[in-house]
């Protein structure tokens, strides 16, 4: 695992961290960054200062995988939910790099997804940039707490990691 975090959140630093594991990202056999830190630490707002200094759109999974999911019957939201991703992320493959945040319609239950497997499968394609909606926690990235329905809870193991403290 490749971890990186800062004492206190400082824009440009952490701007030069994310841009300097971005270029590494060719060198590293994983071509994804998860972007860590507790609720307000920052990381939406790295990832758009990224995405602006790159020229590059940041996709709102939550907005734009809802609209797709939206108007089919709840009995076939979770067969497709799948499907409906892979497509979104077709949909952006020209970019240099596919940057995610507010992924957590992957973690609703009744979508049955597994949200690390597909951000790993979508940087097999292109580097992934994402924000992840929990938090590290030693080596395990945490989403909901334990007994909550969407609680998840994976081995950072492998995964390169930019923590924000604040």
Request: proline letters at 3%; a positive charge; aromatic letters at 6%.
């Amino acid at each position: 695992m490749l971890s990186k975090g800062m004492e206190k959140y400082t824009g440009e630093s952490m701007l030069s961290e994310l841009e300097q594991l971005a270029q590494d990202m060719t060198a590293l056999r994983n071509s994804l960054i998860l972007l860590t830190g507790v609720r307000g630490s920052g990381k939406t707002h790295l990832l758009r200062s990224f995405a602006q200094r790159r020229r590059l759109v940041v996709l709102n999974l939550g907005s734009e995988l809802g609209k797709r999911l939206l108007d089919l019957p709840s009995s076939l939201r979770s067969r497709r939910a799948g499907t409906e991703f892979r497509a979104l992320m077709q949909a952006y493959v020209s970019n240099e790099f596919l940057l995610l945040d507010n992924l957590e319609v992957l973690f609703d239950s009744t979508l049955a997804l597994n949200p690390l497997d597909l951000l790993r499968q979508s940087a097999r394609v292109r580097p992934v940039i994402a924000v992840w909606p929990g938090e590290l926690r030693g080596t395990r990235l945490i989403y909901a707490d334990t007994g909550h329905p969407e609680h998840r809870s994976y081995s950072s193991d492998g995964l390169t990691t930019l923590t924000i403290k604040q």
